[in-house]
Structure formats: C-alpha cells, structure tokens
C-alpha cells in the first residue's frame, strides 16, 4: 500500500521560507515522476511542481518560477519542495504526488497515489 505523507507546512510571513517534505512507502520511490499540487479554498487542485525518476528534470508552473525548488533523495525515498519569497497567493494545502510514469506530467491524472496534505498560510 503507497503511503505518502507530507510535512513541513506552516504560518509564515510575505517573503519568507518553507521546506516541504513529503516521505514516501510501499512503492518503488526512485522508479516514477513525483510531483507537489497546491489546493486554495474554493479552488481546484493545481500543479506548482514536478521531478522525473532520476531528479534530472524538473518542470514548474509559471507562478513559482524561480522562488520554488522541487528535488528528491532516492535513497531516503523523500521528495522536497523548497519555497522562498512566499507570497499570500501561495496560501493553500500543498499535496505530493506518485506518478505512474517515468515521465513528468502536469495534470491531476497523471497521477496515481496522493498524500493528504500540508497547510501553508501565508501573511501579508
């Protein structure tokens, strides 16, 4: 059974910094994409970040661009997502993701097994 949890959200301020976590089991960690979403209220799930199996490639929505940096350790089977220069447009639950591919996608179906999320607020 694929569990995937995340961690390290929180309440912080316009400008600062957060570092997600997300540990993965019961799945072969280093064999598929990994991806972050975010959920605000009364929004629909949408992708902020993703890495391929080897964390060679990565691919970002246009929003985080240059503030987020998504990354992985295949042999801790963790998956990260580092977050500078927050904004309050950032404010929602952020939710990892297993691919069931190789292969990076962006959408919601391009993913098979989902954590159950991690707030992060963001003040102004």
């Known amino acids: 059974q694929v569990q995937l949890v995340e961690s390290g959200g929180g309440l912080v301020q316009a400008g600062g910094s957060l570092r997600l976590s997300c540990a993965a089991s019961g799945l072969t960690f280093s064999a598929y994409a990994m991806g972050w979403f975010r959920q605000a209220p009364g929004k629909e799930r949408e992708f902020v970040a993703a890495?391929?199996?080897?964390?060679?490639?990565?691919m970002y929505t246009d929003s985080v661009k240059g503030r987020f940096t998504i990354s992985r350790d295949n042999a801790k089977n963790t998956l990260y997502l580092q977050m500078n220069s927050l904004k309050p447009d950032d404010t929602a639950v952020y939710y990892c993701a297993a691919s069931l591919t190789i292969y990076i996608g962006t959408k919601t179906t391009d993913y098979s097994d989902w954590g159950q999320g991690t707030q992060v607020t963001v003040s102004s």
């Open positions: 890495v391929s199996w080897s964390g060679a490639n990565t």
